[in-house]
């Protein structure tokens, strides 16, 4: 389904319960909404971020309703429209922008709009995650999951109390931090923790946010959106700015790796579905997302990807491992408060790319 990288989205929990998902899968799945193979047909072709489909679900699909499915990968918003607008308009039928590059694209023509009457299942879709003000009335987009980018501690290594993206900037911290690899988190981090906006575009401001963030320069030791949680598993890292599911998995393998969610609001986002405008399979393109928000679909990725899940159906079949750890399934308050990224203007945006070019040099 994607190439082996191992990236921002995860990793399963065993080979045995991969296997154990695929097979509830495919035992139960064809019931809610579906079509059978024979309805099917032909290909679908998709860019997704890295680790954050599960292949059993691909394979699934691809099985009841008889349509190959050929997926590619990125790992940041920018990275995808730069491959998806430098090549053939009609290569991809389904991309996987975060909420402010779905703004970017719809402003720009690159997206079709949806006719979503036509989706059954999307009203398994909680409506505090509908009608968002990067695309009103869902025309172009319908939600797949959101993240928040909280902070990883390791209890076992550091004492102090940590409850603010700020705490990530004291010098005793120097060479202990991994944070994305992603210029619009990192600042927006560091302007959160000086109470300037996630998406200041007052240049006198940002000058602000290049002065507090080069406070950070010593503490990084590793950038990373493809696995983030790898250097807090391996012990490299004893905090970090990571997405939430990111810390989930990394519990999995070091309970003492625990999730705090910034008192200044955490950075927060919502991943969509988007159809291109010139996608050469937009019925498929269709199908293919009515079944990723059937419930126990959407439960099989939740299990595999813990991020924001804003199913609820599937919620109501989460089990209590789930609904009770604030890493896997964040508190609702969280990412009500949190701070959304934005489409910014080019002008403004190569202020942003000069800082973060002189934070990594």
Not at 136 to 162: E, H, L, Q
């Amino acid at each position: 389904m994607r190439d082996t990288t191992m990236s921002r989205r995860g990793f399963l929990r065993s080979s045995a319960a991969a296997l154990g998902l695929a097979g509830i899968a495919s035992a139960g799945l064809a019931g809610c909404g579906g079509s059978s193979a024979s309805d099917g047909g032909g290909e679908l072709n998709i860019f997704i971020w890295t680790e954050y489909v599960p292949d059993s679900v691909i394979e699934d699909f691809e099985s009841e309703f008889g349509i190959t499915v050929n997926a590619s990968t990125f790992s940041t918003n920018e990275d995808m429209l730069a491959k998806f607008t430098s090549g053939e308009d009609d290569a991809y039928d389904l991309l996987q922008p975060s909420d402010y590059m779905v703004k970017l694209m719809i402003d720009q023509g690159l997206l079709q709009e949806m006719d979503t009457s036509k989706l059954e299942n999307i009203g398994n879709i909680g409506s505090q995650y509908l009608d968002q003000d990067f695309d009103k009335g869902n025309r172009y987009s319908v939600p797949y999951m959101g993240s928040v980018t909280a902070i990883a501690v390791n209890t076992d290594k550091v004492t102090a109390d940590i409850s603010s993206y700020a705490d990530l900037f004291d010098p005793a911290y120097a060479g202990k931090l991994v944070m994305l690899d992603d210029y619009r988190e990192v600042l927006g981090i560091a302007a959160d923790s000086i109470g300037i906006s996630n998406n200041e575009t007052d240049p006198d401001k940002l000058e602000l946010v290049r002065a507090q963030v080069m406070k950070l320069k010593d503490n990084i030791k590793v950038y990373d959106s493809d696995s983030p949680k790898s250097a807090l598993i391996n012990g490299d890292c004893t905090l970090g700015a990571v997405w939430s599911a990111e810390i989930a998995l990394a519990q999995r393998e070091n309970p003492a790796i625990q999730i705090v969610f910034p008192t200044e609001g955490a950075e927060i986002s919502t991943d969509n579905w988007v159809i291109p405008a010139h996608a050469k399979n937009a019925d498929n393109a269709m199908k293919f997302l009515d079944y990723m928000m059937r419930p126990e679909v959407a439960k099989t990725i939740s299990d595999d990807y813990p991020y924001v899940q804003p199913n609820t159906a599937a919620i109501d079949l989460m089990d209590d491992d789930f609904k009770d750890n604030p890493a896997e399934n964040v508190p609702a308050a969280v990412f009500e408060s949190g701070h959304r990224t934005e489409s910014l203007s080019s002008d403004v945006l190569k202020i942003y790319n000069d800082i973060w070019t002189d934070l990594k040099s």
